[in-house]
């Protein structure tokens, strides 16, 4: 007899609900649990909404459902999987589910054995999934993770670094001119467009009225660069990005580079942030989102002179905290002529995925909200500190929200 579940008394209803994720999907089949969406009426109850029980659902049954020719059967992206289940559950429950995952699924027989790393594709995704899950790597195993890990940030460091540097120093050396005029710092482009007119068509030369210099000193700290980077498992790729991209910027001697990792808490990672290996293991990708509390402690701690901060917020924008106030904060960093922006991804990947409501509030305001790669990122800076338009740049509907 098929019973309404809007017709139990809540606590039925919450024990119906944890019957049925305790049982899996196979109890529907048989007619002797409703279904999730069925039982939503209960969530609250357990502290779980409604859109979150079937990725609650496909957490669990990875470990513990059963199989079916006609399941996928397929292996979930680790960071992800790790993330929903600290979305969820206690870290004694967490270690549970893990050991069972490394005892049923055999996790590490296939991604954490010395003799199956070295042969794994060397890239992003091994790094995401080597940090996230570094709590089942065996003990004879971590040297070599670790290794892996900093071998493809190495290199994707070296691919960066250079270009990163050359679009600072050149955006900086922008429209100001040495006090020291000599030879080697003439600026060659400026001097040519500035004294045009001096042109003698008879003689085919130009006749400088005034020669322009480059500074033969870089100044220290010219820019405050805040990345806030949500640590959430949907934005593992972009916490590793972020890393190499903040250890680059903190090699600059002319930026004052800051970075934050936060879920539902805020981990200040600016002592160690010039060694992205260490920045990576002190993270644990996963969890829920308080975008407004890591904000927060960016705004109080690091915005001092607003006029030269680029304040750089990467996330999904999924808020789990207070999402007006959030809203009014970014406001104030706005009002307070800081240079924000919104990464919705930093990766090589394709569309991102976010909130579109929080997104459209945010460029409402005038804070650009794109999904961005490492490379477009370097292009992004350099326009912002030469206080140029970033329409044309981001005018891509592939990444760019709007």
């Known amino acids: ?46 502290g779980v909404g409604e859109t979150e029980l079937e990725a609650l659902d496909d957490a669990l049954s990875f470990v513990y459902g059963e199989k079916s020719a006609g399941a996928s059967g397929s292996r979930p ?17 967490i270690a549970l589910v893990q050991k069972d995952a490394i005892e049923k699924k055999g996790l590490t027989q296939l991604l954490f054995e010395p003799e199956t790393l070295p042969f794994l594709e060397k890239n992003v995704e091994l790094v995401t999934t080597l940090v996230s899950a570094r709590g089942l790597i065996p003990e004879d195993a971590k040297a070599l993770a670790r290794q892996i890990v900093r071998e493809v940030v190495d290199e994707l460091r070296k691919k960066l670094e250079s270009t990163v540097r050359t679009a600072v120093f050149g955006a900086l050396r922008r429209d100001r001119t040495s006090p020291l005029p000599i030879a080697r710092n003439i600026d060659w482009k400026r001097t040519i467009r500035q004294n045009l007119k001096g042109w003698d068509a ?32 949907s934005m593992a790729e972009s916490v ?26 805020v981990v200040d990672m600016t002592p160690v942030l010039s060694d ?21 402690y960016a705004q109080t701690h690091y915005v001092e002179r607003p006029e030269k901060t680029l304040f750089i917020l990467i996330t999904d924008l999924c808020e789990g905290g207070d999402a007006e106030e959030l809203v009014a904060r970014l406001r104030q960093l706005v009002d307070s002529r800081a240079k924000v922006l919104c990464l919705l991804a930093l990766s090589d990947g394709g569309r991102p995925s976010y909130d579109p409501v929080m997104a459209e509030k945010l460029t409402a305001m005038g804070i650009p909200c794109f999904g961005c790669t490492p490379r477009k990122l370097v292009d992004v800076v350099e326009r912002v500190m030469r206080n140029q338009d970033l329409t044309s740049l981001l005018d891509d509907k592939e990444t760019r929200h709007g």
């Open 1 to 46: 007899m098929s019973v309404d579940p809007k017709e139990l008394a809540p606590e039925d209803r919450e024990a119906l609900l944890r019957w049925r994720l305790a049982l899996g999907p196979a109890a529907e089949k048989t007619g002797s649990c409703p279904s999730l969406h069925a039982l939503g009426a209960g969530a609250s109850a357990v």
């Open 77 to 93: 992206y680790i960071p992800e999987w790790l993330g929903a289940l600290r979305g969820f559950f206690r870290d004694d429950v």
């Open 240 to 265: 590793v990005y972020s890393s190499v991209m903040a250890a680059i910027f903190a090699s600059l001697e002319v930026l004052r580079t800051r970075l934050i990792l936060f879920d539902t808490e």
């Open 276 to 296: 992205p290996v260490e920045v990576l293991f002190s993270a644990q990708l996963g969890g829920g989102t308080d975008i407004n509390r890591a904000v927060a």
């Open 202 to 233: 008879e003689h085919r030369r130009l006749v400088p009225e005034r020669f322009y210099f480059w500074p033969n000193q870089r100044r220290h700290h010219e820019w405050d660069v805040t990345l806030v980077v949500d640590q959430s498992g």
